[in-house]
């Protein structure tokens, strides 16, 4: 039995601030059970909800010297779905009501959850052969497995991935501080390892350091090997191309299903949508206060409110967009321009936009099920899950085509048709408009051409069982068959 620990800073169903999340919580399930033992291990933060933190099984704990004091770290554990989920307690570190919040204080608390988590597994009993590592936060792992961790037995032979889901955030604070917190010697603050632009960076330790490297999708793997969005990094990443792999997300189709969803008013499927998926839609509309019209082309977007999600070319022609043939919802929270742009534009025009500017996972639901389209124009896009959500839903996204949105959904294409959504090229707001248009367009002119593209939307296959051979085949390339 080969043994995968995943360390990461959230994994659902226990916290989830975006797609990081949804990954480590549902890919560990989808692995061959008869050949691989995959446990997951994240901190305990404070805000996880009472129902699940009071649930959770104390196993163990111990004390270990950080920054100058004895720290204590207990360790609990939750099986769920028949994965072994471990949880990394200190309540100094993982208090407050979100899992991350100030870049420096983030900084400390999770050089201090690599090196508790590493530390904790001789005390569980539980030696992986490879510690698959999730972004920024994990990024000290590998180096650490190359160093001070590499001395017993126990870890010797260790392996490890770091998967990188948005290379946006690396980690990053001037030399002296990376180094107290990591407690790393000199030799790794060079401009070959941890040092980069003459500040400390954690993921830049850990992609040095991985003994493979995996991103999200195959297209964002390319692009950042270029200036454009790899992030100050896109050298290093050129230099290790050949430990660098692109394995595209998928999402728990349990979990996502219309034929079974608890959170929508009507379940439907491939079969039946024509008739059943209007009905979401107007539960939708009066949930959210919109009008309630079978007829009109509603857009949602679910969404943090970010750069990133290309949330600008939407304010650009915010006017435009919500003409009186269109309605959209938009779910989301992020950056407080963003969200009162929403918020202004849902005052301007109370009939057809909808904001909500929360979290929920029973509205998303909604959303995906009851929408006729799924906007998502993203700057840059790792990989994107709500675009699957939508596809698995048969709502018909609209994208930009960078990094997953590319390599998920197939632009329609009129004359030989094909295609699963709406896609446009240049990060334009007008192109992005032009798009919106030809969508609504087919939607209320060629609705059987619609319905097709809503067909073959629905017929694609996101589970995570193709993506998770591929991890399986990079797991079993590192530990040797
Ligand atoms: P990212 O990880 O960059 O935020 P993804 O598309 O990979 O983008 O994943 C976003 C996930 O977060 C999806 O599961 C989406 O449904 C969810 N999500 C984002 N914002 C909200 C919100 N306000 N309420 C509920 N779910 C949300
Ligand atoms: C990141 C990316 C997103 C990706 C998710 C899960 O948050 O922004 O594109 O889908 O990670 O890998």
């Excluded at 939407?314 to 269109?326: A, K």
Aim: with cysteine; proline share 4%.
């Amino acid at each position: 039995m080969k043994k995968v620990l995943f360390v990461a800073s959230e994994a659902v169903p226990f916290i989830k601030t975006g797609g990081l999340a949804d990954v480590v919580g549902s890919l560990p399930k989808c692995f061959d059970k008869e050949y691989f033992d995959v446990r997951v291990m994240i901190p305990k933060y404070m805000c996880i909800k009472e129902k699940w933190r009071y649930e959770m099984t104390y196993i163990n704990h111990f004390y270990m010297d950080y920054l100058g004091q004895s720290r204590y770290v207990g360790i609990l554990q939750y099986v769920q779905d028949g994965i072994t989920f471990y949880f990394i307690d200190n309540e100094a570190y993982f208090s407050g009501d979100k899992p991350y919040g100030d870049w420096f204080y983030d900084l400390e608390k999770f050089s201090f959850f690599c090196q508790a988590a590493l530390s904790s597994l001789p005390v569980i009993g539980f030696q992986p052969d490879v510690v698959h590592c999730h972004d920024w936060q994990t990024g000290l792992i590998p180096v650490y497995l190359k160093d001070r961790f590499r001395g017993g037995e126990f870890f010797r032979n260790m392996k490890s991935v770091i998967t990188i889901h948005n290379l946006k955030f690396q980690g990053v604070w001037d030399v002296k501080t990376i180094q107290r917190f990591s407690g790393l010697p000199d030799y790794y603050f060079a401009p070959d390892k941890l040092e980069a632009y003459k500040d400390g960076n954690m993921l830049k330790g850990g992609i040095v350091f991985a003994d493979a490297i995996t991103t999200v999708s195959q297209t964002y793997a390319e692009e950042i090997k270029m200036p454009f969005y790899g992030e100050g990094l896109d050298g290093l990443m050129r230099a290790r191309a050949g430990s660098l792999r692109g394995i595209v997300n998928g999402i728990d189709y349990d979990d996502f299903n219309p034929a079974t969803d608890r959170f929508i008013a009507q379940p439907y499927n491939i079969k039946n949508f024509r008739k059943e998926k209007a009905k979401n839609k107007r539960d939708l509309q009066e949930h959210v206060g919109l009008p309630a019209d079978d007829k009109k082309f509603l857009v949602g977007i679910v969404s943090r409110l970010t750069d990133q999600k290309g949330l600008d070319l939407i304010q650009g022609v915010m006017d435009e967009l919500c003409s009186e043939d269109m309605q959209l919802i938009v779910l989301g929270t992020g950056d407080e321009r963003y969200e009162n742009m929403f918020r202004h534009y849902d005052w301007k025009y109370h009939d057809r936009v909808s904001a909500q500017i929360y979290y929920s996972e029973e509205l998303s639901h909604k959303i995906y099920a009851g929408c006729d389209a799924f906007l998502m124009p993203s700057l840059f896009e790792p990989c994107g899950l709500s675009q699957l959500m939508a596809l698995r839903y048969g709502t018909v996204p609209i994208v930009r085509e960078t990094g997953g949105l590319k390599d998920t959904v197939q632009p329609y294409n009129e004359y030989e048709g094909t295609g699963t959504g709406f896609s446009f090229a240049n990060y334009n707001a007008h192109e992005m408009l032009d798009s919106v248009r030809y969508a609504k367009f087919v939607y209320y002119e060629r609705k059987r051409e619609w319905n097709k593209i809503i067909d073959r939307a629905m017929a694609q296959d996101f589970s995570w069982q193709t993506s998770a051979m591929k991890y399986q085949e990079l797991y079993d390339w590192l530990i040797g068959y």
